[in-house]
């Protein structure tokens, strides 16, 4: 400690060099070394003491961070003129630079174009000052509203969920420290903290805007206006207080999946995910305690045998992408050792991909979730297996006509295997891309795949020319899940009804599944697979389970969690 | 120390001369007011200005021509020698105030230079002849003279407890001879580790007492070394002890770190502070025998003579105190309070309610009439614990300090109070207050002061950009008076001229006043909401008026910064603080200020009337807290114990207690009849820059940088401590470490500083603060 203290009190003064470099700038040639010494000394005690003062500016100014403004007013006291054309909001870095034995670090002045300057159009004028009221509490408790930060942060919300021994009771703690010490504190003062503190965490019933909030919410993300749902998929995204309507949110997806995996319903299902893709985005929440519901819901939209109405039809491959998509987020996300999501994942894909009776739709499912997972895994998972599934795509597209909805289904896998691996492939394997070695080595796809690869060395190669200094990544372009993209017209009026539930129907039905006092059954019900196979099936809705009972483990805090909104939505 | 205090203790008839004469313009009717001023007291004004700046080394500025010369140099600079030109000065002043026979303030203005002695001889040998010798020539003569006599006087003095005069004022002698006499260098460290190795090996209950000599010797000692350019020994001894400092005096060692020169101690206002004013330490007188015996025997002169030189012993019969008794105390720039500082009567008792016959409407006024003050007095009943109806016996005359005259729009606010404080809620520790939070949005050029109105209707802000925003807190709009061409339309007898004399194409929701040429660091409601004061870094007071949303005056005076200003509970004074280390009490229309308030050894920070308007409160960055009479500029009450300068202070509602938060992040409750530290709440991570009590006094809430407001249990704070006559007289309280209990509520806004609370009359609490978007 003692130590750490002298260290930092240590006097610092500037290196002679920089005086003498100054000396130079202002053309003073030569510098003695002494006068240097003597010199920098003196400009290290007067900079500090300008920095003292300056400090006294900030702190006056209500402020953490020293601007330019405060040394210019340190100055200023000191009946110094202060500098000119120092100015600056940002942080301005030094750069470093060195050579010829010199180290220098210096500010980047870039050269203008005053003609830039003068074209350039006005900026646009700042926003006036404005005042904005709101409670910040009301009668001692505070209310959970985006201008709050939220009640639960984050972090706490985290450690709850992944060390739930620590986390015993929220306040808990603190309470007993307080009534132990304070034994003089009467009981009412206690019951009062009590209730201040607790109130937020200890009830499951949500307040009556609450009950309405979440109402309109799910209304608008399965209605049919768009407009309507971006702005509520906006508030799940962005919204602080949603902490306690967690549960409800997490319910509402996973059943709306499974009763829409059942109906086809892909416009459905794909709002669903996006409600997914909003409650992760909010940087409020944390969802560890709800992915025993979230993690089938979205697995159930990549691997289900079908999506749609008329797979033939319906782009029901963005869904899975996009699901995929956000199973990959959520794998980096919440991982861990303990619940080893990623590896039960990759597992689950790996096994139903290795079935021979899987179909394609499922097997397009499993290559872009195992896809997402990275490039490590398709190096491992996926390449491997590229000539058996160039063989098994030959097949459906050589062999003789089976069905339509099978070669769309193989030449997807097809164009999903090819975009996945190349970028992979250039970076792992060496020059040069020979046609017949792609052959040999990938089989049926080697030749299509060699001319991907190319096509990706070349893009690199370009990219690292255009932008300096970056890594060679090969960005692909995310499409975002939009109903445009999908392929379904939802917009056209003429087939929205029939596609398209009435919304209100369908939140009564997702929110009441059953009857409270039925246990909830074992989560297997959630999973809808592919069922040609059935052994194959079995065996994935198995894998698929471990993640559920993982959860279950937990399971009476989060059935008492269920229950009690289930009661009080009820009533 | 106060400039005035010490007139009044070198000549205590010299009082009433001064109280008549400065006071007369508070006396006088409005309408005379500047005329009052313009006669007689013309030279008294440039000389009072004068006094603070001889006494204060240049660090102070006036607006006085007398010394005009001064403000276009480095203010600094003067250093611990004051220079041939501040003697010139002083003796010309001097020939000046004999030509126009102001005899009496020749006297003291002698005495206050200390110029007694030479200035004496200088009459008697030139009795005769002109006093045309005393300047130029014979300053140097002047010079060597105070120098010898400064020698000389540390033998003279060595009287075991340097107990001369209370108000011991650092005399030019010292600040010339500091340090003159030489030691073995190398020997310092030898020294200070005999020290060190004898305390630690005392006992333990002198142990902690005798551990304070550690920091002030510490610093003595290295500028000792820095002063007699032993550069290298001085950076080994830093480097050697300055672990051993407590953590709360970092600020101050890393200041003294960048100090490694003898040129470097001129221009250092800290240092000049150290060394003129005495560190005062508080000792058992068990601990200081013990001390000085240890000092004899090993003949260790060189210490000795530091702690006779720089320090003040107070010594204290009875039980030694303990470690964290001393910390509690301890931190601030000059060391403790001395004992007999705080001795002084305050009175701080609220004073009388008017009588006001309020019309009654309806039972509820009328109950609230009869029994007279209703409400609010009763429940200051409470908090007071023992108070008659008529006349709190703590509770200053009514007249003590002139006061303005009630008018009819006051007395209709004052109903309108009334009236409201009886919808009030009773707050406690079950019955929270709800907190409304007032954010500004897209404040980017920085948010520096909030002020709300009493009444809670407009709320102002001083951004750093040199504005001062006024915004309307209810649905109605600001509005200004009209031109003056337009009122002379109006029809002067109508019943609603009030309301015609409103432009109503002017109406809208906040107004800018422009005019300030620096950051805006405090802005202050006059009561009657017509008025504004605002303060800034340019050095500059300004009143605006919230009528015409114009400025109406500019007082100079400071200089420097203007940290902040604060108008009375009454009107008409107000006062301010900045960096030039005073507070300044004015009048709004004196452009001069009526009193100055010098003794502060940093800038003086902040800024607050007592509710019954005859004291002035001062918190600084030296960390201390000054009270101040308004009536004669005496420091009455002097606290230490914060750690960090102190950005926030507030009374309670019956003026019995003051709450001051620091950078340091904790809160600390003064109690000041007693002049006792009775608390301290710690919680808050970063300085507290707001501070407020509710209507009632039962709840402390203070805002600070870190984003929080909390609710502090203040009635429980107050009532757990049971101040006898022991502890006032010693004044070493057992703080009970009880933050914990006394914490009611913390809420937490989203990356809002803190900036202001207020509590509305009926107990709502409002907090205001920039929403920084980063």
Not at chain 1, 510 to 516: K, L, N, Y
């Given at each position: 400690?003692?130590?750490?203290?002298?260290?930092?009190?240590?006097?610092?003064?500037?290196?002679?060099?920089?005086?003498?470099?100054?000396?130079?700038?202002?053309?003073?040639?030569?510098?003695?070394?002494?006068?240097?010494?003597?010199?920098?000394?003196?400009?290290?005690?007067?900079?500090?003491?300008?920095?003292?003062?300056?400090?006294?500016?900030?702190?006056?100014g209500k402020r953490r961070k020293?601007?330019?403004?405060?040394?210019?007013?340190?100055?200023?006291?000191?009946?110094?003129?202060?500098?000119?054309?120092?100015?600056?909001?940002?942080?301005?870095?030094?750069?470093?630079?060195?050579?010829?034995?010199?180290?220098?670090?210096?500010?980047?002045?870039?050269?203008?174009?005053?003609?830039?300057?003068?074209?350039?159009?006005?900026?646009?004028?700042?926003?006036?000052?404005?005042?904005?009221?709101?409670?910040?509490?009301?009668?001692?408790?505070?209310?959970?509203?985006?201008?709050?930060p939220?009640?639960?942060?984050?972090?706490?919300?985290?450690?709850?969920?992944?060390?739930?021994?620590?986390?015993?009771?929220?306040?808990?703690?603190?309470?007993?420290?307080?009534?132990?010490?304070?034994?003089?504190?009467?009981?009412?003062?206690?019951?009062?903290?009590?209730?201040?503190?607790?109130?937020?965490?200890?009830?499951?019933?949500?307040?009556?805007?609450?009950?309405?909030?979440?109402?309109?919410?799910?209304?608008?993300?399965?209605?049919?206006?768009?407009?309507?749902?971006?702005?509520?998929?906006?508030?799940?995204?962005?919204?602080?207080?949603?902490?306690?309507?967690?549960?409800?949110?997490?319910?509402?997806?996973?059943?709306?999946?499974?009763?829409?995996?059942?109906?086809?319903?892909?416009?459905?299902?794909?709002?669903?995910?996006?409600?997914?893709?909003?409650?992760?985005?909010?940087?409020?929440?944390?969802?560890?305690?709800?992915?025993?519901?979230?993690?089938?819901?979205?697995?159930?939209?990549?691997?289900?045998?079908?999506?749609?109405?008329?797979?033939?039809?319906?782009?029901?491959?963005?869904?899975?992408?996009?699901?995929?998509?956000?199973?990959?987020?959520?794998?980096?996300?919440?991982?861990?050792?303990?619940?080893?999501?990623?590896?039960?994942?990759?597992?689950?894909?790996?096994?139903?991909?290795?079935?021979?009776?899987?179909?394609?739709?499922?097997?397009?499912?499993?290559?872009?979730?195992?896809?997402?997972?990275?490039?490590?895994?398709?190096?491992?998972?996926?390449?491997?297996?590229?000539?058996?599934?160039?063989?098994?795509?030959?097949?459906?597209?050589?062999?003789?006509?089976?069905?339509?909805?099978?070669?769309?289904?193989?030449?997807?896998?097809?164009?999903?295997?090819?975009?996945?691996?190349?970028?992979?492939?250039?970076?792992?394997?060496?020059?040069?891309?020979?046609?017949?070695?792609?052959?040999?080595?990938?089989?049926?796809?080697?030749?299509?795949?060699?001319?991907?690869?190319?096509?990706?060395?070349?893009?690199?190669?370009?990219?690292?020319?255009?932008?300096?200094?970056?890594?060679?990544?090969?960005?692909?372009?995310?499409?975002?899940?939009?109903?445009?993209?999908?392929?379904?017209?939802?917009?056209?009026?003429?087939?929205?009804?029939?596609?398209?539930?009435?919304?209100?129907?369908?939140?009564?039905?997702?929110?009441?599944?059953?009857?409270?006092?039925?246990?909830?059954?074992?989560?297997?019900?959630?999973?809808?697979?592919?069922?040609?196979?059935?052994?194959?099936?079995?065996?994935?809705?198995?894998?698929?389970?471990?993640?559920?009972?993982?959860?279950?483990?937990?399971?009476?805090?989060?059935?008492?969690?269920?229950?009690?909104?289930?009661?009080?939505?009820?009533? | 120390?106060?400039?005035?205090?010490?007139?009044?203790?070198?000549?205590?008839?010299?009082?009433?001369?001064?109280?008549?004469?400065?006071?007369?313009?508070?006396?006088?009717?409005?309408?005379?007011?500047?005329?009052?001023?313009?006669?007689?007291?013309?030279?008294?004004?440039?000389?009072?200005?004068?006094?603070?700046?001889?006494?204060?080394?240049?660090?102070?500025?006036?607006?006085?021509?007398?010394?005009?010369?001064?403000?276009?140099?480095?203010?600094?600079?003067?250093?611990?020698?004051?220079?041939?030109?501040?003697?010139?000065?002083?003796?010309?002043?001097?020939?000046?105030?004999?030509?126009?026979?102001?005899?009496?303030?020749?006297?003291?203005?002698?005495?206050?230079?200390?110029?007694?002695?030479?200035?004496?001889?200088?009459?008697?040998?030139?009795?005769?002849?002109?006093?045309?010798?005393?300047?130029?020539?014979?300053?140097?003569?002047?010079?060597?003279?105070?120098?010898?006599?400064?020698?000389?006087?540390?033998?003279?003095?060595?009287?075991?407890?340097?107990?001369?005069?209370?108000?011991?004022?650092?005399?030019?002698?010292?600040?010339?001879?500091?340090?003159?006499?030489?030691?073995?260098?190398?020997?310092?460290?030898?020294?200070?580790?005999?020290?060190?190795?004898?305390?630690?090996?005392?006992?333990?209950?002198?142990?902690?007492?005798?551990?304070?000599?550690?920091?002030?010797?510490?610093?003595?000692?290295?500028?000792?070394?820095?002063?007699?350019?032993?550069?290298?020994?001085?950076?080994?001894?830093?480097?050697?002890?300055?672990?051993?400092?407590?953590?709360?005096?970092?600020?101050?060692?890393?200041?003294?770190?960048?100090?490694?020169?003898?040129?470097?101690?001129?221009?250092?206002?800290?240092?000049?502070?150290?060394?003129?004013?005495?560190?005062?330490?508080?000792?058992?007188?068990?601990?200081?025998?013990?001390?000085?015996?240890?000092?004899?025997?090993?003949?260790?002169?060189?210490?000795?003579?530091?702690?006779?030189?720089?320090?003040?012993?107070?010594?204290?019969?009875?039980?030694?105190?303990?470690?964290?008794?001393?910390?509690?105390?301890?931190?601030?720039?000059?060391?403790?309070?001395?004992?007999?500082?705080?001795?002084?009567?305050?009175?701080?008792?609220?004073?009388?309610?008017?009588?006001?016959?309020?019309?009654?409407?309806?039972?509820?006024?009328?109950?609230?009439?009869?029994?007279?003050?209703?409400?609010?007095?009763?429940?200051?009943?409470?908090?007071?614990?023992?108070?008659?109806?008529?006349?709190?016996?703590?509770?200053?005359?009514?007249?003590?300090?002139?006061?303005?005259?009630?008018?009819?729009?006051?007395?209709?606010?004052?109903?309108?109070?009334?009236?409201?404080?009886?919808?009030?809620?009773?707050?406690?520790?079950?019955?929270?207050?709800?907190?409304?939070?007032?954010s500004f949005l897209n404040a980017y050029q920085g948010l520096?002061?909030?002020?709300?109105?009493?009444?809670?209707?407009?709320?102002?802000?001083?951004?750093?950009?040199?504005?001062?925003?006024?915004?309307?807190?209810?649905?109605?709009?600001?509005?200004?008076?009209?031109?003056?061409?337009?009122?002379?339309?109006?029809?002067?007898?109508?019943?609603?001229?009030?309301?015609?004399?409103?432009?109503?194409?002017?109406?809208?929701?906040?107004?800018?006043?422009?005019?300030?040429?620096?950051?805006?660091?405090?802005?202050?409601?006059?009561?009657?909401?017509?008025?504004?004061?605002?303060?800034?870094?340019?050095?500059?007071?300004?009143?605006?008026?919230?009528?015409?949303?114009?400025?109406?005056?500019?007082?100079?005076?400071?200089?420097?910064?203007?940290?902040?200003?604060?108008?009375?509970?009454?009107?008409?004074?107000?006062?301010?603080?900045?960096?030039?280390?005073?507070?300044?009490?004015?009048?709004?229309?004196?452009?001069?200020?009526?009193?100055?308030?010098?003794?502060?050894?940093?800038?003086?920070?902040?800024?607050?009337?007592?509710?019954?308007?005859?004291?002035?409160?001062?918190?600084?960055?030296?960390?201390?807290?000054?009270?101040?009479?308004?009536?004669?500029?005496?420091?009455?009450?002097?606290?230490?114990?914060?750690?960090?300068?102190?950005?926030?202070?507030?009374?309670?509602?019956?003026?019995?207690?003051?709450?001051?938060?620091?950078?340091?992040?904790?809160?600390?409750?003064?109690?000041?009849?007693?002049?006792?530290?009775?608390?301290?709440?710690?919680?808050?991570?970063d300085?507290?820059?707001?501070?407020?009590?509710?209507?009632?006094?039962?709840?402390?809430?203070?805002?600070?940088m870190d984003n929080?407001?909390?609710?502090?249990?203040?009635?429980?704070?107050?009532?757990?401590?049971?101040?006898?006559?022991?502890?006032?007289?010693?004044?070493?309280?057992?703080?009970?470490?009880?933050?914990?209990?006394?914490?009611?509520?913390?809420?937490?806004s989203k990356s809002t500083p803190v900036t202001?609370?207020?509590?509305?009359?009926?107990?709502?609490?409002?907090?205001?603060g920039a929403y920084n978007s980063q």
């Amino acid at each position: 400690m003692a130590e750490e203290r002298r260290q930092k009190l240590c006097s610092v003064i500037l290196p002679t060099e920089s005086m003498k470099a100054i000396a130079e700038s202002v053309g003073v040639g030569s510098l003695q070394e002494e006068s240097c010494l003597a010199l920098s000394e003196e400009v290290s005690y007067r900079i500090k003491e300008i920095a003292q003062d300056a400090l006294k500016f900030m702190h006056h100014g209500k402020r953490r961070k020293l601007t330019t403004g405060d040394i210019d007013h340190a100055l200023k006291l000191k009946n110094v003129e202060p500098l000119y054309g120092f100015q600056s909001q940002e942080f301005i870095p030094f750069r470093f630079a060195s050579g010829g034995g010199r180290e220098l670090h210096f500010y980047e002045e870039k050269e203008v174009d005053l003609s830039d300057i003068i074209n350039t159009p006005l900026p646009r004028v700042p926003l006036d000052v404005s005042l904005k009221a709101h409670w910040l509490s009301i009668d001692g408790v505070q209310p959970a509203i985006p201008e709050n930060p939220p009640p639960v942060p984050k972090e706490q919300q985290k450690t709850d969920s992944t060390e739930p021994l620590k986390a015993v009771k929220p306040g808990q703690e603190e309470e007993g420290s307080i009534q132990t010490k304070g034994q003089g504190a009467s009981s009412a003062e206690v019951k009062g903290k009590e209730k201040m503190r607790m109130k937020p965490r200890s009830t499951h019933e949500l307040s009556v805007e609450q009950q309405l909030y979440y109402k309109e919410i799910t209304e608008a993300c399965v209605g049919s206006c768009e407009a309507k749902r971006a702005e509520a998929l906006q508030s799940i995204a962005t919204d602080p207080g949603l902490y306690q309507m967690l549960p409800r949110f997490s319910t509402f997806i996973s059943e709306g999946v499974r009763v829409n995996v059942v109906q086809n319903n892909l416009a459905l299902l794909i709002y669903l995910m996006r409600m997914v893709k909003a409650l992760m985005d909010n940087p409020t929440l944390y969802l560890e305690k709800y992915l025993h519901e979230l993690i089938p819901a979205v697995v159930t939209c990549i691997v289900s045998k079908q999506l749609c109405l008329r797979p033939d039809v319906d782009n029901h491959w963005a869904l899975r992408d996009f699901a995929a998509r956000l199973m990959a987020q959520s794998c980096k996300t919440f991982s861990t050792t303990t619940n080893n999501i990623q590896s039960r994942i990759t597992k689950t894909f790996t096994k139903a991909l290795l079935d021979d009776k899987t179909q394609w739709t499922t097997r397009y499912g499993c290559i872009a979730g195992l896809a997402e997972l990275g490039h490590d895994v398709i190096k491992t998972l996926i390449i491997p297996r590229l000539s058996v599934e160039g063989a098994r795509i030959k097949a459906v597209m050589d062999g003789p006509v089976v069905s339509n909805i099978d070669k769309i289904g193989a030449d997807h896998v097809q164009s999903l295997l090819l975009k996945h691996c190349a970028c992979v492939v250039a970076k792992t394997r060496p020059l040069p891309d020979m046609v017949d070695q792609y052959k040999a080595d990938y089989g049926y796809l080697g030749t299509m795949l060699c001319s991907h690869v190319v096509k990706a060395r070349a893009q690199a190669a370009f990219q690292a020319q255009t932008v300096n200094r970056t890594t060679l990544t090969i960005t692909q372009p995310r499409p975002t899940l939009s109903m445009s993209q999908s392929g379904l017209s939802a917009s056209s009026g003429s087939r929205t009804p029939n596609i398209i539930k009435v919304p209100s129907s369908l939140t009564l039905m997702s929110t009441r599944p059953g009857t409270p006092t039925q246990p909830s059954p074992p989560a297997t019900k959630y999973i809808v697979m592919a069922t040609s196979a059935g052994a194959a099936s079995t065996q994935q809705v198995r894998v698929l389970n471990e993640f559920v009972s993982l959860y279950l483990s937990r399971l009476p805090r989060h059935l008492y969690h269920f229950r009690a909104c289930l009661t009080s939505d009820r009533r | 120390m106060c400039l005035w205090c010490r007139i009044r203790q070198k000549n205590p008839k010299k009082k009433t001369y001064y109280a008549a004469h400065v006071m007369t313009p508070l006396l006088s009717a409005p309408g005379e007011k500047m005329a009052a001023v313009q006669d007689a007291p013309m030279e008294l004004d440039s000389e009072k200005e004068t006094k603070p700046e001889i006494l204060s080394d240049g660090t102070s500025n006036l607006s006085g021509n007398t010394a005009s010369g001064t403000l276009s140099s480095p203010p600094l600079t003067a250093g611990g020698a004051p220079k041939q030109e501040d003697q010139q000065t002083l003796i010309a002043v001097l020939q000046f105030l004999r030509r126009n026979k102001l005899t009496e303030s020749v006297d003291i203005l002698r005495r206050e230079a200390c110029l007694e002695d030479q200035e004496d001889s200088q009459t008697l040998d030139g009795s005769g002849g002109g006093k045309g010798d005393g300047d130029g020539g014979d300053a140097n003569s002047l010079l060597s003279r105070v120098s010898i006599a400064s020698a000389a006087a540390p033998q003279s003095t060595l009287t075991p407890i340097p107990v001369k005069s209370e108000y011991d004022q650092p005399d030019v002698s010292v600040v010339l001879s500091a340090y003159s006499q030489q030691g073995d260098p190398s020997l310092y460290q030898v020294y200070y580790t005999g020290l060190k190795n004898f305390i630690e090996s005392v006992l333990d209950c002198h142990r902690a007492e005798l551990s304070q000599l550690f920091y002030p010797l510490f610093v003595h000692m290295y500028l000792e070394l820095v002063y007699n350019n032993h550069e290298t020994k001085a950076k080994a001894f830093f480097e050697k002890f300055s672990g051993d400092q407590e953590c709360y005096y970092q600020d101050d060692l890393q200041i003294l770190c960048g100090l490694t020169k003898k040129e470097h101690l001129k221009g250092n206002e800290a240092l000049l502070d150290f060394r003129t004013s005495r560190f005062v330490l508080r000792i058992s007188r068990d601990s200081y025998q013990l001390l000085k015996r240890h000092l004899q025997e090993r003949h260790n002169n060189q210490i000795w003579n530091i702690i006779q030189e720089h320090l003040y012993i107070d010594i204290f019969d009875g039980m030694p105190r303990s470690k964290s008794q001393i910390d509690s105390m301890s931190g601030s720039f000059a060391g403790e309070t001395r004992r007999e500082v705080n001795k002084a009567k305050v009175f701080y008792g609220l004073l009388k309610e008017p009588e006001i016959e309020v019309p009654l409407d309806d039972e509820d006024d009328e109950a609230e009439n009869e029994e007279g003050k209703p409400k609010k007095k009763k429940t200051k009943k409470d908090s007071m614990g023992s108070k008659s109806k008529k006349q709190d016996p703590n509770a200053p005359q009514q007249n003590r300090i002139p006061l303005p005259e009630l008018k009819d729009s006051d007395k209709l606010d004052k109903i309108m109070y009334m009236k409201e404080s009886t919808k009030r809620i009773r707050l406690g520790p079950e019955n929270l207050p709800s907190i409304c939070f007032y954010s500004f949005l897209n404040a980017y050029q920085g948010l520096t002061a909030v002020d709300f109105t009493d009444d809670s209707s407009l709320l102002a802000g001083g951004f750093a950009d040199s504005t001062v925003r006024v915004w309307s807190a209810t649905p109605k709009k600001l509005r200004k008076v009209k031109s003056a061409a337009e009122l002379n339309l109006i029809d002067k007898e109508s019943d609603d001229v009030l309301e015609r004399i409103m432009d109503e194409k002017t109406a809208s929701e906040s107004k800018n006043l422009y005019g300030h040429s620096g950051p805006v660091y405090g802005v202050s409601f006059s009561p009657d909401r017509n008025y504004l004061l605002s303060s800034s870094e340019d050095g500059t007071v300004r009143l605006w008026s919230l009528q015409t949303f114009t400025c109406l005056v500019g007082y100079k005076g400071h200089n420097y910064p203007v940290w902040d200003t604060h108008f009375s509970p009454f009107g008409y004074y107000f006062v301010s603080g900045g960096h030039d280390r005073v507070a300044r009490l004015w009048a709004t229309d004196h452009y001069q200020p009526l009193r100055i308030f010098a003794g502060h050894l940093a800038d003086v920070t902040c800024t607050r009337f007592h509710p019954n308007s005859n004291y002035v409160v001062t918190g600084s960055t030296d960390r201390t807290i000054r009270l101040w009479d308004v009536l004669n500029g005496n420091c009455v009450r002097f606290f230490t114990g914060h750690k960090g300068p102190i950005h926030s202070l507030a009374f309670s509602p019956n003026g019995k207690f003051l709450a001051s938060g620091s950078t340091d992040g904790r809160v600390l409750l003064w109690d000041i009849g007693h002049g006792l530290m009775i608390g301290e709440l710690k919680g808050h991570t970063d300085t507290i820059y707001a501070l407020k009590f509710s209507r009632d006094g039962e709840i402390l809430a203070s805002g600070s940088m870190d984003n929080t407001v909390r609710l502090w249990d203040s009635m429980k704070a107050f009532d757990d401590m049971e101040t006898d006559d022991f502890t006032a007289a010693t004044g070493h309280i057992p703080l009970p470490d009880n933050s914990q209990e006394l914490l009611l509520g913390m809420y937490h806004s989203k990356s809002t500083p803190v900036t202001h609370l207020h509590f509305t009359r009926r107990n709502l609490l409002l907090a205001a603060g920039a929403y920084n978007s980063q």
